[in-house]
């Protein structure tokens, strides 16, 4: 008995803890305490009958484990643990719990060590877990850099029987394997249970060098549901929810191991707690089986969340060389595809119900079926969505994902994926952690097309990516190996729109999608050297034989079709696997390369005033006629326009010659409106959208630079007339904008000084002011320049700005020794400038600055009767 620890081993190596027995103790029994601790021996030792440690020393003593290590890089072997909370407690620190860890954070890092052995260790009926990974172990070759590659870690011979909660579990793990696992009567969670692969940028952005290796991460292991000696006593067909909970992530491999006596209870479930919010991912994630035996347990499969089942010898689904998961609408009626219904006599709930949200993670009742998949009936989404059917294809089964999509509206939309070959349509979730998008599960050699689950809204922008790179690759790598060709795949993407595009840009690679599976290094790489692939003019192909193109392959099927296509075998000029070469990111464009304003080149533009040509489009518009005179038609388009939503198509080029102003409700320009500068101009309306080109001026010849001409483009506007809205891509951008996809150029007469600061300061009633600015410069300011005199007191300073007219040019004046600007007006406020004193011979200067702000092109937004003030 001890009111504390058996044994405790503190900073110390090459310790032989042999033979002990640990029993009736509080907290953890056998303590390897700081992570410094490396090449102990821990052998044949007991420990039975933790007692929890209710306050004091570490929060997990409450639940005490047999054994609780801060340090892998020892020897495990023989020891048992007995009642108790865990048997064995890993809790890693990244660097040493020590008052010495400055001088061994670079060389001691347990959460990355190795260990040293691991082999006979077993729990007996306690009440949580055998193995505890919290939270992580992630062992690489070089513990103290995660950049070194990984160091695959076997735990061998763990025996569990009759444990509280699971044989194995981790929230985050490395390359862990267990091998010649036994677990025997576990009635509470999972046998094994891990959430997540902690892998990324493990090989300095490289493959995982064991998913080449192939080193199963469950193999040559027993599990026992029911004892024989216990089966009659227990009649129970489902006492707990899976028997492996398979990480979120892919390339996790179960090979050669036995089920026995499981009844009904679901052998393997992909993507622990993909389900639940504060771990939520896609799914889709493909996982590896071969070497299986089955006895009397009936439900091999529980796809929870689009889990890929590849079955490699046949022993799981009966069919080698397959892949199965749930029997999502656009992946049926495919000939190398077999559908098996998970239940009968099952009432199928409507696809568009509403979501029962409370079922998505849950693992239901029992399925009293003879399918080897485990379903959840009733109103379960995940299955009920599906008709609680499966797929099991002799094709691979890829995931494919699109991610960070635009425009914003389309966020936590519904997207339909539609066979264009069946004609099937399956809607899928929009996921909001981990791709920010949607992921699903997809068959090779089909053609998919995609659209939001909206009328009218469209998908204008996105990453994609077809497959898991890596198990490419090592598609690719086995035909090496065999001296064959690998069997090739391709995949077309089709994405439809309610608008019409003229083509879509293709960035190759997308560097997000790089950077989530290989890191920030290789996303940065990724960003810097991406191109566009050039798109096919001639659609043909595309429409009808997408398989016979090289990946990458786009272009538009029509104006509302984009397609692109996906290939393996790569070609000879694709990127490397490890830059994703089956990953980019489309944009939809409006107008050519060479922008909207198409045909136009140097043909003589139409004015405004023009009565024959482009104002002949809307004379209906304004009562017309077409005998009435040139004179009184130029009259009337001139004053008539208030309250008209007009549109420059794009093969006319316009200019606004109007010398009165011109008040519209809305302009769209799709192909050119530029402003003639021979005298001033002002256009008004609630908005204007640019898809071609807005010009005023040029930068060889800026508006009103030899004229003095002024052009002001005015914008009034409610932000309560919805009808006046400007809509881009589905964005609502309100009205009281200038919204531009196309271009906007402006060039205004060229000013040497934008604004200066004060001299000295300024009293109220001043009509002038000193500026600094040396006698050899210039301030080029004319009289009738308006000026703003900016705040410097705090009270109210908005109120504070003043604006005046000057009423002589800017000169120098010799007995100030500074430029001198004056108005009529006389200040209503006090305009500080000057400096002070703030120790050790320095001084802050504090100046009010006077600014130029009279332009030859100005944009004002202006308020008509009060309710339009913003914007």
């Known amino acids: 008995h001890s009111f504390q620890r058996a044994v405790a081993i503190h900073s110390t190596d090459y310790t032989l803890v042999q033979g002990n027995v640990g029993f009736d103790i509080v907290g953890h029994m056998f303590f390897v305490e700081t992570g410094m601790e490396r090449f102990n021996v821990l052998e044949g030792n007991l420990g039975v009958g933790a007692i929890p440690l209710l306050s004091g020393m570490l929060e997990s003593d409450q639940e005490p484990a047999g054994f609780w290590t801060a340090a892998m890089n020892n020897v495990w072997r023989d020891n048992v643990a007995v009642t108790g909370s865990d048997g064995w407690y890993f809790q890693l620190p990244g660097t040493p719990i020590s008052h010495s860890i400055d001088v061994y954070k670079d060389t001691i890092c347990p959460v990355g060590d190795r260990i040293g052995e691991w082999s006979r260790n077993r729990c007996h009926h306690t009440t949580g877990t055998c193995i505890r990974v919290y939270l992580t172990w992630k062992p690489t070759k070089d513990p103290c850099n995660e950049l070194s590659g990984e160091n695959p870690q076997i735990l061998f011979n763990t025996t569990c029987w009759g444990v509280g909660n699971n044989c194995f579990s981790a929230l985050k793990m490395g390359s862990i394997h267990n091998h010649h696992m036994t677990a025997i009567e576990g009635f509470g969670g999972p046998d094994w249970t891990a959430i997540k692969f902690h892998r990324t940028d493990s090989f300095s952005g490289g493959k995982w060098p064991t998913d080449y290796v192939g080193i199963p991460h469950i193999k040559d292991s027993v599990f026992v549901g029911i004892l024989p000696e216990n089966e009659q006593a227990f009649t129970s067909e489902k006492w707990k929810g899976v028997s492996i909970e398979m990480v979120q992530d892919e390339q996790f491999i179960i090979a050669d191991s036995t089920w026995m006596n499981y009844r009904r209870v679901p052998i393997f479930m992909d993507c622990a707690a993909c389900w639940a919010k504060p771990k939520w991912r896609g799914g889709a994630f493909t996982y590896r089986f ?445 009205n009281k904008v200038i919204a531009v996809p196309g271009r906007l150029e402006t060039y205004g007469a060229p000013l040497t000084s934008t604004w200066l600061r004060l001299n000295g300061s300024l009293d109220v009633g001043a009509t002038s002011a000193c500026v600094m600015q040396d006698s050899s410069g210039t301030v080029d300011w004319p009289a009738g320049s308006e000026v703003a005199i900016a705040p410097t007191e705090f009270d109210d300073p908005a109120g504070h700005v003043e604006r005046r007219i000057l009423t002589a040019n800017a000169a120098w004046n010799s007995s100030r020794s500074c430029w001198l600007l004056e108005w009529s007006e006389g200040l209503a406020r006090t305009h500080y400038s000057g400096e002070f004193e703030v120790g050790n011979g320095r001084t802050v200067a504090l100046r009010s600055v006077i600014a130029r702000i009279d332009r030859s092109v100005v944009f004002e937004s202006v308020s008509v009767d009060g309710s339009n003030y913003y914007g």
């Open 290 to 734: 071969s070497g299986l035996n089955f006895i009397n347990s009936t439900k091999r499969i529980f796809v929870h969340k689009k889990g890929i089942f590849w079955d490699i010898d046949g022993t799981l689904t009966g069919t080698p060389d397959s892949y199965t998961t749930w029997a999502d609408k656009h992946n049926l009626n495919i000939t190398a595809c077999k559908v098996t219904e998970g239940a009968a006599n099952v009432t199928i709930s409507d696809m568009w119900s509403p979501l029962p949200l409370k079922f998505f993670h849950s693992s239901g009742g029992v399925d009293m079926t003879d399918s080897i998949f485990h379903i959840l009936q009733g109103d379960a989404l995940i299955h009920s969505r599906r008709d609680y059917a499966f797929i099991t294809c002799t094709t691979p089964v890829r995931k494919f994902e699109i991610a960070y999509p635009e425009p914003e509206s389309v966020y936590l939309r519904q997207m339909n994926i539609t066979n264009l070959d069946t004609g099937l349509t399956h809607v899928y979730e929009f996921e909001d952690k981990e791709i920010f998008g949607w992921s699903f599960p997809v068959v090779a050699n089909s053609r998919i097309e995609v659209r939001p689950n909206l009328p009218g809204l469209d998908l204008s922008e996105a990453a994609i990516r077809y497959a898991f790179s890596d198990l490419l690759a090592l598609k690719e790598a086995d035909a090496l190996r065999a001296a064959s060709i690998p069997e090739p795949e391709w995949f077309q993407l089709v994405v439809a729109s309610w608008s019409k595009w003229n083509h879509y840009k293709l960035t190759y690679p997308d560097y997000e999608m790089v950077g989530t599976r290989r890191g920030p290094l290789a996303a940065a790489a990724a960003k810097s050297s991406a191109k566009l692939k050039p798109y096919l003019t001639d659609p043909t192909q595309l429409a009808t034989s997408p398989s016979t193109l090289q990946s990458m392959t786009h272009g538009m099927i029509d104006e509302e079709h984009w397609a692109v296509v996906f290939k393996f075998p790569l070609p000879s000029d694709a990127l490397s696997w490890n830059q994703e070469p089956l990953c980019a990111r489309f944009e939809a464009r409006r107008c050519a390369d060479e922008g909207c304003t198409l045909g136009l080149g140097d043909e003589i533009p139409d004015n405004w005033t023009n009565p024959i040509s482009w104002s002949d489009f809307f004379a209906s518009d304004l009562g017309l006629e077409d005998d009435i005179g040139d004179v009184v038609r130029v009259r009337r388009l001139a004053t008539a326009w208030d309250g008209l939503s007009l549109s420059i198509p794009a093969d006319t080029w316009v200019v606004f010659d109007v010398s009165e102003p011109v008040a519209l409700k809305n302009l769209t320009i799709f192909g050119k409106l530029s402003f003639d500068d021979s005298a001033d101009r002002t256009l008004e309306a609630d908005s204007i959208t640019v898809w071609g080109l807005l010009e005023i001026g040029s930068e060889l010849e800026p508006f009103g630079a030899s004229t003095g001409s002024k052009a002001r483009v005015r914008l009034r506007g409610s932000v309560l007339d919805t009808e006046t809205y400007v809509y881009i891509e589905e964005e609502t951008l309100h």
